[in-house]
């Protein structure tokens, strides 16, 4: 990311501002699971098109016949918790620390990681989760510029968020979905609930952001899929050769 810090003009729309300095990205060296299961990431930012792909993707993989646990990243424990909800829901984001907030991102991760995403492959289970390693790289990062910063230096330049990352369980494939930004945006605000901050997502913004993501998928080694002009269908046909790869075994 080359920037994540956040400021509203005379207008109240929502800018970024080049204010931290990011280190070159190495990628992340996670862990093998040698087990065998079959585990499959799908990322990307809100408005991209990654939970529809992912109804399509674990009903295919269930009607070929495989046993396919679908997690989401977040937890709901994490979503539950009252960090989580005075952040989100409540708007009350003064009364929690950016940095506890994503420590506790990180936390929730581990956690799924060993104690629920191992388990499964150990039984020869297929695992999908909605958004894994950059889980904490979305949306909300428009919202809360006091998160992005923090976010940010956590990704490029703190080695204890390294550290964690690395203890966590790599997928057999991970998939990146992003859109043009006044797509995705489009697509978030048709939902529901997603004024309750009180801000429009900027474009402008929201493209920056998304192009950050894209760049660490890719240093990652992450399969990169437009969905901008992609329906459902046509996205999965892109994904095909590569889920079929991933699951010859």
């Known amino acids: 990311m080359s920037s994540t810090n956040q400021e509203n003009d005379a207008d109240g729309n929502v800018f970024v501002d080049s204010s931290v300095e990011a280190n070159p990205l190495k990628p992340f060296q996670l862990v093998e699971h040698r087990t065998s299961g079959r585990f499959i990431a799908v990322e990307g930012m809100d408005g991209c098109g990654k939970t529809t792909i992912i109804r399509k993707l674990c009903r295919q993989l269930e009607s070929d016949g495989y046993d396919v646990v679908r997690i989401r990243v977040p937890t709901n424990l994490m979503r539950k918790s009252w960090m989580f909800q005075m952040f989100l829901k409540q708007n009350r984001r003064s009364e929690v620390d950016p940095l506890a907030f994503e420590v506790a991102y990180m936390a929730d991760k581990l956690h799924l990681s060993q104690n629920v995403i191992l388990p499964a492959l150990e039984q020869g289970k297929i695992v999908v989760t909605d958004r894994y390693l950059l889980s904490s790289i979305g949306s909300l990062l428009i919202r809360a510029p006091e ?44 939902r529901r609930n997603e004024r309750a901050f009180g801000i429009d997502i900027e474009p402008n913004a929201y493209q920056q952001l998304l192009n950050e993501g894209v760049n660490i998928a890719h240093a990652n080694g992450m399969h990169v899929f437009d969905t901008t002009h992609s329906d459902v269908t046509e996205t999965f046909d892109q994904l095909r050769p590569h889920l079929a790869e991933t699951l010859r075994w």
């Open 147 to 190: 998160l992005a910063v923090v976010v940010k230096d956590a990704v490029y330049n703190r080695s204890w968020f390294r550290d964690l990352a690395e203890m966590l369980i790599r997928p057999d494939v991970s998939f990146y979905l992003h859109a043009d930004a006044e797509v995705a945006v489009d697509r978030i605000l048709k």
